[in-house]
């Protein structure tokens, strides 16, 4: 895919794309550690499914 | 990686063709297609993390509404149980109505997730697994291990001890014990009495799931909804056990179809794209020590979508 020959379309879906991965590596930065269960956090062992 | 201007060709491809594969979905099943995908055996199990994650993208797309059917198509081996759980009734929060593609696999949490929809579609070489719990010690390196393991070893104690004559009672015991001592030597009376009671709570987990909405309208409700959690449970050999669609269907009785071939090529081709992408770094990258799943909506485009109430809306977005 050339670069400039790239349609307005696959422009958006490449802008949406990075636009929403960069908020949700922010998110799980910067907000997740405040909410996390602190249940969870107590135990030593994982009951894993 | 962020910026356009850093992404090379190939993963400017590789992005374009993973969202207008799912849209292809989306539009050819007229409905929002929730993707799901975890990848394996490196550090890519269902997290809590994953909650608020996918709580974040299903508000993105789809708002406070509840659509009337959706579409999930799920990829992990498992991971946390109880986040398993919550993750099904986050999914089912937004939808009235829910099926489960598995192109390939949904193993044990992802099988968890599976019992909260209306039908499972499975490819047709695709597999579900046991639900039976794995305890796994976050502090210490020991692989994790299997409450149907331990049953499987204790009912090779009994029919052991069945097959050979004892001269005593006492010869029997003085048998069985170090075998017994050996399992609780290795894990624990703490551990393995933790095991046994969480048992209950995955069944719980199952009950509600099945209960609410695969079998919300069947009208020999609790019989099948037993004999689905003794399959996934008790009655299964190992926990690393491949269930494919005849034993779903007709040993284990759950709601399933196989997918018909379009929508299992479609599928197959999404979650391929979803292997490319990942090793292209696009997703699925590395916080700390564990892989972030995929989370994505795929929302038809141009096509009436039904809203909870009945009432109709265009979908303009996507």
């Keep these: 895919m050339d670069k400039k020959k790239k349609s307005q379309e696959d422009e958006k879906i490449i ?5 929403s991965k960069e908020k949700m590596e922010r998110f799980i930065r910067e907000e997740l550690e ?11 062992n994982s009951i894993a499914c | 990686m962020s910026k356009k201007e850093n992404l090379s060709i190939e993963q400017e491809e590789c992005i374009v063709e993973l969202y207008k594969k799912g849209k292809e979905i989306a539009n050819a099943r007229k409905k929002p297609l929730v993707l799901m995908f975890y990848t394996s055996g490196d550090g890519g199990g269902i997290d809590e993390n994953d909650l608020y994650e996918l709580e974040t993208k299903l508000d993105e797309k789809l708002g406070e509404q509840e659509v009337s059917q959706m579409d999930v198509c799920i990829q992990t081996t498992g991971g946390d149980a109880n986040t398993s759980y919550l993750l099904a009734q986050l999914i089912r929060k937004y939808c009235s109505s829910m099926e489960i593609l598995i192109p390939n696999y949904a193993y044990s949490g992802g099988t968890l997730i599976s019992l909260s929809s209306d039908k499972i579609l499975l490819g047709d070489t695709a597999r579900i697994s046991p639900i039976d719990l794995q305890l796994s010690y976050n502090s210490e390196k020991i692989a ?3 409450l149907v393991d331990i049953e499987k070893y204790t009912d090779f104690i009994i029919d052991t001890a069945k ?32 095991l046994f009671r969480m048992r209950k709570l995955t069944e719980l987990h199952a009950r509600i799931l099945l209960t609410d909405y695969m079998f919300k309208n069947c009208s020999e409700k609790k019989r099948r909804i037993d004999r689905v959690i003794r399959g996934l449970t008790s009655e299964s050999p190992a926990h690393d ?17 196989t997918m018909d071939r379009n929508l299992y090529k479609l599928t197959r081709q999404l979650t391929s794209i979803c292997d490319k992408a990942k090793d292209l770094g696009l997703i699925c990258n590395f916080i700390n ?16 979508m039904e809203v909870k109430d009945g009432q109709k809306k265009e979908v303009t977005r996507g």
């Excluded at chain 1, 802008?15 to 636009?19: E, I």
Aim: include cysteine.
């Design chain 2, 289 to 304: 020590t564990d892989r972030k799943p995929f989370f994505e909506v795929f929302m038809p485009e141009e096509t009436q």
């Design chain 1, 34 to 44: 405040k909410i996390k269960s602190p249940i969870r956090e107590k135990l030593n």
């Design chain 2, 163 to 194: 097959k050979i004559d004892f001269e005593s009672d006492e010869a029997k015991t003085q048998f069985i014990t170090p075998l017994v001592g050996k399992l609780v030597e290795e894990h624990g009376t703490k551990k393995l009495g933790e």
């Design chain 1, 15 to 19: 802008d949406d794309f990075l636009k």
């Design chain 2, 144 to 146: 994790p291990f299997a």
């Design chain 2, 241 to 257: 056990f491949d269930i494919d669609y005849n034993m779903a269907k007709k040993v284990i009785c759950l709601n399933i179809e």
